[in-house]
């Protein structure tokens, strides 16, 4: 998959105004990450909500998971972030001519 089909699949997932909120908070509260549970709380999604966004985050690269014992972590890769953030950004003001 080519990197512009990559981060076309990350603004799609952030096109969905829940999905935005997710990811917003999770890079709020940084590299510890949140729980789902914490998410739910934030933000009041219902659970099945949740965990189906939550997949399309990870499915877009946006969102890593790490499981502790019974705890689901979920936190903003930044990494992934940053290089979308790059795209979007890297011929700014460059001009459009031939």
């Not at 935005?20 to 998410?39: N, P, Q, T, Y």
């Not at 219902?46 to 689901?72: F, I, M, N, Y």
Request: glycine letters at 12%.
């Amino acid at each position: 998959m080519s990197d512009t089909n990559l981060h076309a699949r990350a603004l799609a997932a952030l096109g969905h105004d829940a999905r935005l909120s997710i990811f917003r908070l999770l890079v709020k509260a940084g590299h510890d990450g949140l729980r789902v549970g914490e998410i739910g709380d934030h933000l009041g999604i219902a659970p099945s909500t949740l965990a189906h966004h939550l997949s399309a985050l990870v499915d877009a690269g946006l969102v890593v998971q790490d499981k502790q014992g019974r705890e689901v972590f979920n936190r903003a890769d930044f990494d992934a972030m940053h290089r979308l953030v790059g795209f979007l950004t890297s011929h700014c003001c460059t001009g459009v001519g031939p």
